[in-house]
């Protein structure tokens, strides 16, 4: 975890890493922090169980990486 983009992109091209880097919420489940922020709404039976929550993703800002340069 890294307290900026900038930060994560620095370790990231100092190990030539390639892969995504992603910006997570800190203190809060990426599901509940999209349904208070309202970019997901509940809408099907399944959404809210605890197979939906965990594999729920963020959907925020991420940047594609090439040895540790981003695509």
Do not use: N
């Not at 992109?9 to 999209?34: F, K, M």
């Not at 099907?44 to 594609?64: I, M, N, Q």
């Amino acid at each position: 975890m890294f307290q900026s983009q900038a930060d994560g992109l620095a370790w990231a091209a100092q190990h030539r890493l390639s892969g995504i880097l992603s910006e997570y919420p800190v203190g809060v489940g990426c599901y509940d922090q999209a349904v208070a922020a309202g970019r997901f709404r509940p809408g099907k039976p399944h959404h809210g169980t605890p197979d939906h929550v965990a594999a729920f993703s963020p959907s925020l800002s991420h940047l594609h990486l090439t040895d540790g340069v981003p695509d």
